[in-house]
């Protein structure tokens, strides 16, 4: 049995940085490697998924502030309506003291009473418009201008101890009343024509 010379060719340096196989020995093959299915240069398996989280992130604030002014938006009609009772809860209140008949006569404990419920409704009346601590700004505005005073309803307090309101004072307490009527639903509808604006601009920040 003669021996073959190695070909110079089939010969590896100790440094070889050749990625070519060995031949295989005769009649054997080498199990080749699985193909990847991704062709040479395509890295769209690694794409860095940062980016689309920071989107997210971005459509999930803009959803939430939405939501956020919308519920706010919801909490401060309801307020409104709550005034709106309380204010209808006054003037009845005070149709009570001149329309009964006989009428309350002045330092009449009831007729004080009346008085004192009127003006503890319109305490009440002020509470709802102090602004909630994640009331937006722009609602918290409508709210504080439906307050009692001259600047927003308008309804000032009677006096409820002798002497107390006259008849008089009265009457035009009821007058005042409604036109604060008027003031309240003229803000409900205000607010409700503003509430696609309002949202727009909530997811736009």
Known sequence: MSIQPVNAQQQLSPHSTSAEPLPAPSGQAYPQPRASGRAAGDSTSFNNPIPSLHRFDSIHASHYSR?????????????????????????????????????????????????????????????????????????????????????????????????????????????????????????RVALAGEAATLISNAASR
């Open 67 to 187: 939501n956020e002014v919308a519920a706010s938006i919801k909490s401060a009609d309801s307020t409104m309506v709550e005034i709106g009772t309380k204010i209808d809860s006054m003037k009845e209140t005070l149709q009570i003291i001149v329309k009964n008949f006989p009428p309350y006569p002045p330092g009449s404990n009831d007729r004080i009473n009346f008085l004192r419920n009127f003006n503890s409704l319109r305490q009440q009346i002020d509470a709802l418009t102090i602004p909630r601590p994640n009331e937006t700004s722009a609602i918290a505005l409508k709210l504080r201008g439906l307050n009692t005073g001259k600047g927003g309803l308008n309804i000032p307090a009677l006096a409820d101890t002798v002497p107390e309101a006259t008849d008089p004072q009265i009457h035009q307490a009821i007058g005042n009343l409604d036109s604060a009527r008027k003031t309240l639903d003229a803000g």
